[in-house]
């Protein structure tokens, strides 16, 4: 079992509509990071969370360490956001990252 | 600032070959991570810097890899020698303040192709 669970693996969206992607882990960590990959291959850090929430521009991200889950929104989405999108967990020593597979979102104008 | 930059982009190189990834972190970010990114595996951390110093290279598969940071302007991933397994893209990243920082940064990779 993976130390960390994306879902879901694919998603298709109309441009406009509201976006979750889950992310849930099994093991203690210290902060848990948001990646964006685009079809290009560049790997931007959306953000690094380790209680409450975030906000950049149209994304938001969430987490609850009782439940050990994580969310990502994406409010009004363009085509633009079409990219995978991946949940990395920092453990609690600080130095091993558990990956998850990603989440591979296509927003269709 | 330029972000983090990794060369080469492409490499291709024969089975047995020695390989060496290169890349140059954000000035004044002292920490520095090499990831392997394929499709079997999706993304692993391999080693990871701060202050030139190897703080875990337990990710690092297996002796055929190896990475030095001489100074805090430039880190090499060296394989020796190569095979076939190891084609994936390599990431290089950097940040200030460890891997719990902000302004985590990645380079935009190298494809490598192991024939």
């Known amino acids: 079992k993976n130390e960390v669970e994306q879902s879901p693996q694919n998603l298709t969206a109309q441009e406009g509509e509201f976006i979750t992607i889950n992310c849930s882990y099994s093991?203690?960590?210290?902060?848990l990071h948001w990646l964006q990959q685009h079809p290009g291959g560049g790997i931007v850090s959306l953000f690094m969370?380790?209680?409450g929430k975030k906000k950049h521009g149209r994304l938001i991200a969430t987490i609850n360490i009782q439940e050990k889950h994580s969310s990502l929104h994406i409010t009004a989405s363009h085509p633009r956001d079409s990219a995978v999108y991946i949940c990395?967990?920092?453990?609690?020593?600080?130095?091993?990252?558990?990956f998850g597979t990603g989440t591979s979102l296509t927003v269709i104008p | 600032d330029a972000g983090v930059i990794q060369s080469p982009r492409h490499e291709v190189t024969e089975m047995g070959q020695e390989v060496t990834l290169r890349c140059k972190p954000i000035?004044?970010?002292?920490?520095l991570f090499w990831y392997r990114q394929t499709m079997m595996r999706g993304l692993e951390l391999l080693i990871y810097?701060?202050?030139?110093?190897?703080?875990?290279d337990s990710g690092m598969p297996e002796d055929r890899f190896s990475a030095k940071m001489p100074n805090a302007s430039f880190s090499t991933l060296k394989i020796q020698p190569s095979e076939p397994r190891d084609s994936a893209v390599y990431f290089c990243?950097?940040?200030?303040?460890?891997?719990?920082?902000?302004?985590?940064?990645f380079g935009s990779g190298t494809r490598l192709t192991v024939v």
């Open positions: 990243a950097s940040s200030l303040g460890g891997a719990q920082s902000y302004g985590y940064t």
């Open positions: 093991v203690g960590i210290s902060a």
């Open positions: 969370l380790s209680s």
């Open positions: 990395a967990a920092l453990s609690n020593t600080g130095n091993q990252f558990y």
């Open positions: 000035s004044g970010h002292n920490s």
């Open positions: 810097f701060n202050n030139n110093v190897p703080i875990d």
